[in-house]
């Protein structure tokens, strides 16, 4: 059957994740097999605006499976509010001729929430898009799962790994710094993992009292060392909102600082405290990642060859399929309360910062 897409554009857009050349490989290859031309756009939406394009032929997209990062390069630009020139400007317009001067039927964002939103407009605007769901947050609405959250997770799991036999060997409490501004999941999952002791997420506003007590409660049975997995974006209910407004600000003390002076204050424990950062952005995927964007990527073609555009490529259980972007763009998937791995979490004796009813 013959390829009802004559020419795609790919673009990486928003904080980078290992996977994205395993997806954009995917993607090419199928597109290339069913005699699509495919074009490769840098530096996300910016690159889109400034006609940054290189076609890309089979060999471009060979020996990238594993390889972390993204060879298209990423940006967190947006067409409609883009900085250019001292100004920033709405290039919306821009962006959709640019696509239509090379000829591009449709084009394929790999991104998280934001460039969800961002594809979104430029349909509005009169392109053609599709989507692949990718971000370490694990929060893009549509899908079960993202891809780069499970490479992310186990980086963090190891990291609480090796953080558990310095923390036991010096009877100490250790926090540790996770990624995740809005959603937990990250937190939670390699918590869970990892055998954290405690696990604060931005949806559930944490009690510094009730965590004390669980930390002192655990002493008193003799288990003398603690791992407390915080995610960046955790909040106390004390200062929920004051906290939220905060970090909107430039310059704050760390979560993990904040977390491990206050329990230090709070009783006679010593507190450690580390923030794994971007560490959990590098590398190479996991092998449930490759497969993960293997099979979304060739999912993105399939759709193409049958000229399905405007959707994204989500997984629901086993199943990879067409998801309306509609139903996607402007939306967050958090960790609901009573989600099942609070449950599990609830079960092995986790203290989630708070009481939680099931
Ligand atoms: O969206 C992915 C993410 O890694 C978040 O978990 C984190 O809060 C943010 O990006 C960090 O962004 P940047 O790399 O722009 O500092």
Redesign the pocket.
Known sequence: MESKTKCIGILTS????PGLNAAIRGIAKAAMQQGTKVIGIQDGFRGLVENRMVPLEDKDVSGILTHGGTFLGSS?DKPHKMAMGGKVMDLTDVAVSNAKKNHIDCLVCLG??GTQKNAMRLHEAGLDVLTLPK???NDVAGTDITFGFDS?MAIATEAIDRLHTTASSHHRAIVCEI???KAGW?ALGAGIAGGADVILIPEIAYDLDFVVEHLLARRHHNKRFSIIAVA??AVSKNGKQKEAEAREGLIQEPIASRIAREIQQAADIEVRYTSLG?V??GGTPTATDRLLCTRMGTKAGELLAKGIYNVMVGVKGDVCDAVPLSEVAGKTKLVPPGHRWLQTAALVDTCMGDTMDF
Do not use: F, V
């Open positions: 928003g904080g980078d994740c967190r998280g929430n971000t370490i947050d992310s990624m995740g501004h990250l960046e974006g971007h959990q952005r």
